[in-house]
């Protein structure tokens, strides 16, 4: 399975995958996908937001045990992110039928659609849209870079823009989630276990920070006559890494747009978006207001006009404790030894869906801590056990 996936989408010239939501890539991901379950004798289908569904037995019950993540990618990210958890889930999958187990309950593996938000800029859609966390309105107003706006990408792709929205039909199949990812961070490294479970998803969000100034000469204009945008987007950028600091926090300015962006023009308009979370609310509203006010402080100084505009966020995500705590008990049997239980600060499908049905998370080990760079990784070794875990999870949730 990871052999046939891994080249999709992957980029020769620097070794990361671009696999966009509704793109060639994504399209070759989401066969692969259909071919798996397919391959496993499953009911495929996809449903009114484009994400994909295998199930075991009958999903009407309403108690179902569900796997799975989601195959696209961030710009040149690497290949564990998401991808670990639907190949874990379908081969966890594999493994219990190994064991001859006979299953309670239906059993289904999914895969979210455009949960990195690489291309129109908000993370979990394909979750979101489901869950009811973003209306048919908001969606149809996100577009990428080049102006095609999601609709518009997803009836190219062969998809039915008309049918997306809130899905409580579909979430009531659901007793329980659990979604496998390769950990974001060096927690499981430090304590050296290949396999840990999640306890909360911090609160975060996206913030755009557009600089106004006035486009001119570089080599003619002098430097006291000057509205250069670009002089209080940097000092705001070391402003953030600050604000963080401070509160124990993470801040980052990733992203960047200027305009006329011209080697030799001073730019019109330079925008930012900011990428901050922190353990509570308090704390990301505090670095998040510190990092505004010494902006518009920056901007007044070199008079530039400064609009910031939050375009998504995510509070504070507490997996639900009886599922979690159940899982434990049921690795902590296995184990012979309780596992770690660990936060993050990275979002995902499980956190969006976690306020309309129980979800939980395992985390398997990443060595280096590297992620969302094509210098991810996660041992052999450790996937197997990540595997391994998810079907002990999977069976004690799903064949009682």
């Known amino acids: 399975m990871w052999r046939s996936l891994r080249p999709i989408g992957r980029s020769d010239a620097s070794g990361g995958y671009r696999r966009y939501a509704w793109t060639g890539a994504d399209a070759e991901c989401r066969l692969w996908f259909q071919a798996q379950a397919e391959a496993r004798r499953l009911d495929y289908e996809v449903d009114r937001n484009g994400n994909q569904w295998a199930w075991l037995g009958d999903p009407a019950r309403g108690d179902a045990v569900v796997t799975g993540s989601h195959l696209d990618s961030v710009p040149d990210g690497g290949a564990f992110d998401g991808p670990l958890g639907v190949v874990s889930s379908f081969a966890a999958l594999d493994e219990l039928r190994a064991r001859k187990v006979s299953f309670s309950r239906p059993l289904a593996i999914t895969n979210f659609g455009d949960e990195e938000g690489a ?18 309105e908001k969606a149809y107003e996100l577009h990428d870079a080049s102006g095609i706006t999601l609709p518009q990408a997803m009836e190219t792709a062969g998809y039915d823009p008309a049918a997306i929205g809130p899905d409580p039909e579909r979430l009531a199949r659901i007793g329980a989630f659990v979604e496998l990812h390769v950990e974001q961070g060096r927690a499981l490294d430090l304590t050296g276990d290949p396999v840990g479970i999640a306890s909360a998803i911090w609160p975060h969000g996206r913030w755009r920070f557009d600089f106004k100034g006035e486009a001119n000469h570089a080599g003619t204009t002098r430097l006291v006559d000057r509205r250069d945008p670009m002089l209080s987007y940097a000092e705001t950028v070391l402003a953030a890494r600050r604000e963080a600091e401070l ?12 305009e006329p962006n011209g080697v030799n023009a001073i730019p019109s308009l330079v925008r930012g978006w900011l990428d901050s979370r922190a353990a509570d609310q308090s704390t990301l509203d505090t670095v998040v207001t510190g990092i505004e006010k010494a902006a518009r402080e920056y901007a007044d100084r070199h008079g530039i006009d400064l609009d910031v505009v939050r375009e998504s966020f995510t509070p504070v995500v507490e997996f639900e404790h009886a599922l979690r705590d159940e899982l434990g008990a049921i690795l902590g049997a296995t184990a012979g030894k309780s596992l770690p239980v660990l936060g993050t600060g990275a979002g995902h499908d499980a956190g969006i869906l976690s306020g309309s049905i129980p979800t939980a998370m395992l985390f398997v080990r990443n060595p280096t801590g590297v992620s969302h760079s094509p210098a991810e990784f996660a041992a052999e070794d ?17 064949c009682r």
Do not use: M, P, W
Not at 119 to 136: I, P
Not at 247 to 258: D, L
Not at 382 to 398: F, I, R, S
């Open 119 to 136: 291309r129109f800029g908000l993370a979990c859609v394909g979750s979101r849209l489901t869950a009811g966390q973003l209306t048919r």
């Open 247 to 258: 509160a124990g926090a993470v801040a980052t300015f990733g992203k960047i747009a200027v």
């Open 382 to 398: 450790d996937c197997v056990a990540g595997v391994t875990a998810l079907a002990d999870v999977l069976e004690g949730l799903a």
